[in-house]
């Protein structure tokens, strides 16, 4: 086979994740001191200046700092602004499902089964309306176990909003996914499952759980400082996770930060 062929044939599919924007209601709200607006502007400006060509960005979860429509709707127009790729998103505890769902707008997100080569993404729901930890509904394990039953050739990256497995830090490992067991129970039976990334923990973490990646990424505003068992701030910046995504299964993946900004932002902080 003619060499340049070849090399086109295995390029890497590039995939971005984005997590935990909290817009407010209005672009001048901030959190913690720090306009959620801009640092996800920057974020965002930061994929262009990084990212030659992507194949799919994904936003996993708290996209709103509580569910407005008009946030989702700023949001999408933010994302257009930066991008032409397909996107796609979940929800997060501070989102709106039923708002994200009911959304009329042209270029809506897309589907949550999101197929790039080899590799199938699968986007659930771990949301339990009007709480702060996670939990898998029944009809969401049986929608897992069915793509994944029915998908048995795929590299499957699983991607959720809460934390499957404890980080390290009390404070928000009391909101991990409850039923996470129930969870890894079918990913056990499915040995094509190379991926498990998440959000929530405005954090960069990676683990590894038998064949199983567990991977989560900073948020594009605040970042909680990792090992901490009370509520606490940490100074790195704003950022995104990349992966790519190789037709053999192997991946690569790594994180990329805001750099040359001075955010006010409250570090003293108890809660947010
Ligand atoms: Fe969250």
Not at 72 to 91: D, E, G
Not at 155 to 160: A, C, D, K, P
Not at 181 to 199: E, L, S, T
Not at 241 to 262: A, C, H, M, P, Q
């Amino acid at each position: 086979m003619d060499a340049v062929v070849k090399k086109a044939m295995s390029k890497p599919k590039r995939l971005i994740q984005i997590s935990d924007c909290h817009l407010g209601a209005l672009s001048s709200e901030a959190l913690l001191g720090l306009n959620t607006d801009q640092s996800l502007h920057d974020v965002l400006a930061l994929i262009v200046e990084k990212e030659a060509a992507f194949d799919y960005l994904v936003c996993t979860g708290d996209i709103a700092s509580a569910g407005h429509d008009t946030c989702y709707r700023r949001f999408i127009n933010i994302i257009h602004q930066y991008f032409s790729a397909p996107f796609a998103w979940l929800p997060g505890n501070h989102d709106s499902v039923p708002i994200m769902a009911a959304l009329d707008i042209p270029n809506p997100p897309e589907s949550r089964l999101i197929e790039q080569g080899n590799w199938l993404v699968i986007l659930l729901d771990s949301v339990v309306p009007k709480k702060v930890h996670g939990n898998f509904a029944e009809s969401e394990l049986a929608f897992l176990s069915q793509v994944l039953t029915a998908n048995p050739t795929k590299y499957i990256i699983v991607m959720l909003h809460h934390q499957p497995v404890l980080i390290g830090s009390a404070w928000i490992d009391q909101y991990i996914v409850r039923n996470a067991d129930a969870f890894f129970a079918i990913i056990d039976q499915h040995p094509q499952v190379k991926m498990v990334a998440w959000g929530h923990v405005h954090q960069d973490f990676r683990s590894q759980r038998n064949e199983v990646a567990l991977i989560a990424t900073p948020s594009t505003c605040v970042q909680f400082k990792p090992q901490c068992d009370d509520f606490t701030v940490d100074t790195l910046m704003p950022g995104y996770r990349w992966y790519d995504l190789r037709d053999d299964g192997s991946f690569s993946t790594g994180i990329e930060r805001v750099t040359g900004k001075e955010y006010v932002i409250d570090y003293k902080s108890a809660g947010y």
